[in-house]
C-alpha cells in the first residue's frame, strides 16, 4: 500500500489517484484540534505529578487514551471519571476549534465528482455531533466512525473496514488521510493506500521521517 506525504493547503490532496472513497481521520487532519487537547490532557496528568513532552502526549494519548493513560501510570480505576470530564469539556470546546483552510472546499469538491467521504476518529459521537452542527457538515459525509461506534481504534483497522463496507468501496478504491502514525498503520492494516497530512505546526508533535517511515 502507498503512502504519501503532504503538507501546506489541504487541498493539495486533490493532486492524487482517483479514489471512490476517502476516509478522512479529524484531530490534526480536518480540525485543528491538537493543541487544544493537549492543555486538557496535560492538565490531567499534571494532577497526577506526571511530566511529559507534548510529543509523548501525543503519540501516547490521542486515539488511544485508555493504554496512553495507563502507560503513563495514570490508575485504572480514575480514567471513567476523567474521561468522563474530558467529553464534557470537548463538548463544550470543540466546536469552536477552527477546521484547516481549504478543508470544506476539498469537501465540497469531492462531493461534486459522487466520490465518497467518511471520518474516521477516536473521538466520542457526542462531541462530533456538536462540532458538526457548529461547522455545518452533518451532510457532508456518507459515514462517520467515532470513538463510540468501535471496540478497537486505530492503528487497528476496524473503523476503515466498517466504513469501507457501509461505503460499499473496495479496499483497492479507497485512501486513508491523516495526520499520526495512528492513522497510516491503520491503513496498511486495512491493505488501502493512505497521504500523510503534515502541516509545519505538527513538526512539534511527530517526526516526518518516522511517519514516513510507518
Not at 492538565?43 to 494519548?61: H, M, N, P, W
Request: charged share 25%; net charge negative.
Amino acid at each position: 500500500m502507498r503512502t504519501r506525504a503532504h503538507g501546506g493547503p489541504v487541498c493539495k490532496i486533490m493532486k492524487m489517484k482517483n479514489y471512490d472513497a476517502y476516509l478522512f481521520d479529524w484531530d490534526g487532519t480536518v480540525a485543528q484540534t491538537l493543541g487544544a487537547w493537549l492543555p486538557i490532557v496535560r492538565g490531567t496528568l499534571d494532577s497526577y505529578g506526571i511530566e511529559a513532552s507534548d510529543k509523548e502526549i501525543v503519540r501516547g494519548i490521542f486515539g488511544n487514551a485508555r493504554g496512553g493513560m495507563l502507560g503513563f501510570g495514570v490508575p485504572e480505576k480514575d480514567l471513567a471519571d476523567i474521561f468522563a470530564g474530558w467529553d464534557k469539556t470537548a463538548i463544550a470546546n470543540m466546536p469552536n476549534v477552527p477546521l484547516y483552510d481549504g478543508i470544506t472546499d476539498v469537501f465540497v469538491a469531492l462531493k461534486r465528482r459522487g466520490k465518497k467521504l467518511a471520518v474516521i476518529t477516536a473521538t466520542v459521537r457526542p462531541t462530533m455531533e456538536a462540532v458538526f452542527d457548529t461547522h455545518g457538515l452533518h451532510d457532508m459525509f456518507d459515514v462517520v466512525v467515532t470513538g463510540s461506534d468501535v471496540k478497537a481504534h486505530k492503528p487497528d483497522p476496524e473503523g476503515l473496514l466498517f466504513a469501507l463496507g457501509r461505503l460499499g468501496v473496495e479496499k483497492d478504491r479507497a485512501v486513508m488521510l491523516g495526520d499520526s502514525e495512528k492513522d497510516i498503520r491503520a491503513a496498511h492494516n486495512a491493505r488501502i493506500d493512505s497521504v500523510l497530512f503534515y502541516p509545519s505546526e505538527h513538526e512539534l508533535f511527530h517526526t516526518l521521517g518516522e511517519l514516513k517511515a510507518d
